[in-house]
């Protein structure tokens, strides 16, 4: 049985100038970070002539033309699998449509372990670029490219979106001090709300195709709002951190309607007045986590489990995608 894992992400700023809708105008730049949850691929080879698919539902076909999965289907015919008689399953730590990345982690996972099953060795930007192909190109949904580059590059990363499609990726130059922290301070709450990025992400991606000014200058400030926490977390001055997220959010939730919603902003305000000294939603937007950095971890934590919150706590990933079993 081989088995691959890609881990889940947070972003840090910087977040919508992924979309090739504005970064081939204006190039992009964000900071995002892997982190130790993660989605898993495993394949087994079988001894049924068919393919045995099984995520939230089960597929058994017999050529991959027959694949309903999108992604599934897409991944198998780039990497050249046509045999049957493989059993592919699917698996993760957080339920898709959280705001966690977890479409590009599901087709990097899937990527690289179809590479290992035809003993290909592929480099984590390759491996990205394909995943980008898959969902962005092939599959037209109107996305960005952040997901795919940090789950498989791993670690807390910088990315800057070229205006031909290129992409630049190099680590956050952070002390050991400052990214344990970092590490320590940052809380993770689940809203309750699942959603669809694509969804949130057509109206921005329409907008911005239309060179809407609004919306252009919107992401102009998001991209600087990244550089600011670049140079905010390399000075490792975390309170300037924990407060350009909070200007983050704030001028995120104007970009559409359904960034947000009366209980989101409740949990949010409830949440900087116990303790948070700043935060953001996590992802698209409209549910998913809410990320918080705090000095007074004990305090939030008590504010926001007696809201109905859960916590789910983690670590950052530096491994990026990669197989776990061979």
Sequence with gaps: ?????????????????????????????????????????????????????????????????????????????????????????????????????????????????????????????????????????????????QDQYIAAFGGITCFKFNADGGVEAWPLKISEETLFNLEDNLLLFFTGYSRSASAILKEQDDRSKKSDQEMIDNLHLMKDLGRQSQAALEAGDLHEFAHLMDVHWQRKKERTSQMSNHQINEWYDCAMTNGALGGKLIGAGGGGFLMFYADDKARLRHALRSQGLTEVRFRFDFEGTKILNQ
Excluded: W
Excluded at 83 to 111: K, N, Q, R, V
Excluded at 114 to 126: C, E, G, Q, R
């Design 1 to 145: 049985m081989l088995i691959t894992r890609s881990p889940l992400r947070i972003s840090f700023g910087g977040g919508g100038t992924d979309l090739p809708s504005y970064y081939q105008k204006h190039s992009g730049f964000l900071i995002a970070a892997a982190i130790d949850k993660y989605v898993y691929i495993t394949l087994h080879q079988t001894f049924v002539p068919e393919l045995i698919i099984k995520y939230s539902k089960l597929e058994r076909v017999h050529s991959v033309a027959e694949v309903e999965h999108p992604i599934i289907r897409e991944a198998l015919q780039m990497t050249g699998i046509e045999a049957a008689s493989l059993e592919i399953t699917s698996m993760a730590d957080i339920p898709a449509g959280t705001g966690l990345g977890s479409s590009g982690s599901f087709t990097t996972a899937l990527l690289k372990a179809f590479h290992a099953h035809k003993k290909n060795l592929v480099h984590p930007a390759d491996l990205a670029k394909q995943a980008c192909e898959i969902e962005l190109n092939r599959l037209r949904e109107p996305i960005g490219k």
